[in-house]
């Protein structure tokens, strides 16, 4: 907030960091505040937060962010197959 009580410009973003295990994540946020945290480790949405700061997903306190193992709870972006459906990994 400024002075006169209204809503500071705020800006969309990117942040690429990495998390306790080393694997990078992307951190979106959109001007008013609402956020994506995506794990490049399958392409998992691990968090989405409306611009209030409300968490929208689950992501299990049980959950294995450590390769190969995929993540548990969030969005799965079932890449590059699922599962053992064929001769490729599976997501995550």
């Known amino acids: 907030m400024n002075h006169s009580g209204a809503e500071s410009d705020q800006r969309a973003a990117v942040h690429v960091s990495k998390d306790k295990n080393g694997i990078d994540q992307v951190l979106l946020r959109n001007p008013r505040g609402a956020s994506a945290l995506v794990s ?3 392409g998992q949405v691990l968090s989405w937060k409306t611009d209030h700061d409300e968490e929208l997903l689950f992501t299990s306190s049980k ?3 450590k390769p190969p193992s995929a993540v548990r709870g969030g969005i799965s972006i079932c890449f590059p197959q699922f599962g053992t459906r064929g001769l490729l990994e599976k997501h995550g």
Do not use: K, R, T, V
């Open 40 to 42: 490049l480790h399958g």
């Open 63 to 65: 959950a294995i962010f």
